[in-house]
Structures are given as C-alpha cells and as structure tokens.
Nanobody
Framework: QVQLVESGGGLVQPGGSLRLSCAAS????????MGWYRQAPGKQRELVAT???????NYVESVKGRFTISRDNAANTIGLQMNSLKPEDTAVYYC???????????????WGQGTQVTVSS
C-alpha cells in the first residue's frame, strides 16, 4: 500500500509564498499521475494541479502563473510552489496519486491526510 504525507502548510499573508511537499512511502511498484487538490469550507474539493511521470502539468485557471507543480520520480515526491497567494487560496490541500502495488495489476488511488493553508492579514 501507499502512504502519502503532505507538509509545508501554514499561515501566510496575502502576496506571500508557501511550498507544499508530498512524500510517498510504503510497498508499491510505481506511482503514475499525481496531483494536488484543495477544499475550502463549504466548497467541493477541486483539482489544483496534476503532473505526469514525464513532467506534463495541468492547472486550474485560477492558479495559472502563480503555482508550479513539480515531481521527483526517484524520490517519489511532488511539490507545489505557491506564489502571490490570495485569501481565496485558503483551503485544506490534499496530495493524490495513482499507483500499482503489484506490477501488471490495476492502479489504486491514494490520498494524503491534507495540510491547511490559510492566507490572511
């Protein structure tokens, strides 16, 4: 199985920056597409950014030009650099990944526990 653990959340002023990290551990064959999601109070969970193993990325329109997703396949980690943060970015951010525990079998979908990001004066 795969364990995903996020870190780097916290309180930051508008216009500030944070870097989130997600580390995968456990017994698995390979991790495929990964991404960051977020959920604000009273809102549905939304996709923030995704990244493939070869580095192709996709972003929700509201964060384009401000957030950058990255990954290190050898280390089984992904990051999210968040710049020019706005109050509307406040949410719990979740790491997600698709992985095969055994080669040749179906991929499973795994989630981290979430990390709080609060943007406020």
């Amino acid at each position: 199985q795969v364990q995903l653990v996020e870190s780097g959340g916290g309180l930051v002023q508008p216009g500030g920056s944070l870097r989130l990290s997600c580390a995968a551990s456990g017994r698995f064959w390979r991790i495929y597409d990964m991404g960051w999601y977020r959920q604000a109070p009273g809102k549905q969970r939304e996709l923030v950014a995704t990244i493939t193993r070869d580095g192709m990325s996709n972003y929700v329109e509201s964060v384009k030009g401000r957030f950058t997703i990255s990954r290190d396949n050898a280390a089984n980690t992904i990051g999210l650099q968040m710049n020019s943060l706005k109050p509307e970015d406040t949410a719990v951010y979740y790491c997600n990944g698709a992985a095969r525990v055994v080669p040749g079998y179906s991929r499973g979908n795994y989630w981290g526990q979430g990390t709080q990001v609060t943007v406020s004066s």
